[in-house]
């Protein structure tokens, strides 16, 4: 990335093209690093998620001059991140994931709610997904366990 065409984060609440960069960045998106949903929602579902404005801070990662993937934030300190298959590799998640941390704190803490630290829910098959997390600093602190029905 050059300095005349830095890194952006782009606000998905503010964004035109937002609904139809997250919907390919959506199928995209394989079953092991899928947490909120296990089939495919149709155009218009994925519309109305996104008209809900369902997290805290959400946002397309602009390098380039091009969407690369997205970031979100939850009203419990959880941060997710996720690329377009071919811009994986070239350090925009990396990029995305600081420039947001340096940008934006934690909310504060509220016992047996959420801590004040970021934190990144990683599906188990997403072995990628942890090592990218990993590989930032984050570290391990649990493994949750969901019941069949």
């Keep these: 990335m050059t300095p005349s065409n830095p890194m952006r984060l782009v606000n998905v609440y503010r ?5 139809a960069v997250l919907y390919a960045l959506l199928r995209e998106r394989p079953a092991e690093a899928r947490i909120s949903h296990q089939s495919m929602p149709t155009y218009q579902e994925h519309i109305a998620f996104v008209q809900s404005r369902p997290y805290r801070m959400w946002f397309l990662i602009r390098a380039n001059g091009k969407f690369v993937g997205d970031l979100h ?8 991140v996720f690329l377009f298959r071919q811009q994986r590799g070239m350090g925009y998640g990396a990029q995305a994931v600081k420039l947001f941390m340096g940008r934006h704190k934690p909310l ?3 016992p047996a709610k959420r801590v004040r630290a970021w934190l990144a829910h990683i599906a188990p098959e997403n072995d990628a ?20 029905s």
């Design 15 to 19: 964004e035109p093209a937002a609904v």
């Design 73 to 80: 934030a939850t009203e419990n300190n959880e941060i997710g």
């Design 108 to 110: 504060p803490s509220i």
């Design 129 to 148: 997904g942890a090592s990218f997390f990993r590989k930032l600093g984050f570290r391990k602190v649990q493994s949750t366990w969901q019941s069949a």
